[in-house]
Structure formats: structure tokens, C-alpha cells
């Protein structure tokens, strides 16, 4: 056949990409080249995830992929990020010949319309690996392929700080609230992956300290604001 596709995969650290990097292991017409996860320069973080650098490092050196980090502010204004972005992608077009971004979303139409326009701009193509799948069936999918995570953020909103460093597995899901989608596609949670078929080794662990943090604006008194509390676990290397 011809030559396989080259991807950039967008990489959170979180289950829903790295079920994504697998089915597309499965799919002869594409090839992920290169890792990309956007950075929160301040504090060495990925975003929302809470996630330290150095374990993505660690998760990129397991999967043997060059990773990319676009390193923002922590508060970047939409401009900024499409600009970063933007930049970082069209170096890869150029010094790669990479077109074709893929992502780990499932359901939420907004996001992939915006992240299909601003593609188009330059050039790129997306894909959605997981779109439209069922998410309790896709938990399942993780736990059977071998894809191992914990939860590592939760919103406040949705589930309480106990919920942090569960498992993702079949537990779990029959744990949530029945107002919790089983991915956390709606921000209810994010997670880390320790342990994948497609890693060197494990990575082994440790669960540091819990922390909270409440990101409402001064003065914000809208009651449909958008969630502002959740509750981050720090993970570090055994």
C-alpha cells in the first residue's frame, strides 16, 4: 500500500489520547510521527490535567516519539494560543511535511468545529479517532487493550477529591454519578496514563499531594459560570 499518513497527535497524558494513539497503531493508512501537548510555562504543568512536565517527558521517552510543547501563560487569551499553536504546526508542516493533526475528543461539536477551522488556516487536516463512540463502551476498550490511568483532576462540580488517583477501569465507571460522563468528556475529569501496550516499561509512581484551586474571576456572581473548582492530585516518578 502507499505510504502511511504522517500525524501529530495531540497528546494530553490522559486516557482519551492515549486510546486514540492506539486505534491509530491499528490503522495502516496513518503514522503518528510526533507528540504535541500544550504547557503552563509557569508552573511546569500541563493544562487542566495539572500534570508535571517531567512525566510527560517520561511518557514520550516510553513511546519513543519526539514530543512538542507550545509552553503558554498560565491564562492565555484565545489569540495566543491560536497564534502559538498556529506556529508550532506550520514549522512542523515545513520541516517534516506533517499535515494531519489527530485528537482524542468523542462528542463535544464545538471543539472539533473549532479545531477544524483553525487546521484549515494552515493547511492541516484533522482526525478524531474515538468521534461519536460510546464513552462507557470506550472505558472498557482502555481496560481491555492494557491502557492503564488515574485520575489526577476533578471538578468539584461533578465528584469530590476521593474520586483522585482511582483507577480507570470497570469499578470506576459503575462509581460514577449517573450525571458524570464515563470519559469525563465535559471536563468532569482528566487522568494520567502510567501504562500502555505500546510503552517501553511502566511507569512507575508515587501520589504526592492533593491540592485545590478555584479559577473564578473577581467579582464573577454569574451562578451559570463556568466549573471553577477542582481538585488536582500530583503524580511523580517512583
Known sequence: MNNPTKIVLN???????????YLLTKDERYKVTNLLTTINAEHERVFMHGLREQMLDIQAE???LPLLKVKL????????????MRQ???????????????FGDIFLEDLKAYRESQL????????????????RELISLIEDTGIEAVTVCVSEKYLGKEFLGRKIDKSFLNDLPSNVDPCGENGEFHTFVYNAPYFSAPIPIVKGETVYKNYAPVGDKDDNAWDTGFYFLDILPA
Do not use: C, H, V
Not at 484549515?120 to 464513552?135: D, E, H, M, S, Y
Open 11 to 21: 497528546w494530553s497524558s490522559g486516557k482519551d489520547a492515549a486510546l486514540a494513539y
Open 62 to 64: 516510553r513511546m519513543g
Open 73 to 84: 501563560p498560565p491564562s492565555p487569551d484565545d489569540n495566543l494560543y491560536k497564534n502559538a
Open 88 to 102: 508550532t504546526l506550520e514549522q512542523l508542516k515545513e520541516n517534516e511535511g506533517i499535515a494531519t493533526a489527530a
Open 120 to 135: 484549515a488556516t494552515i493547511g492541516f487536516q484533522g482526525i478524531f479517532p474515538l468521534w461519536k463512540q460510546n464513552t
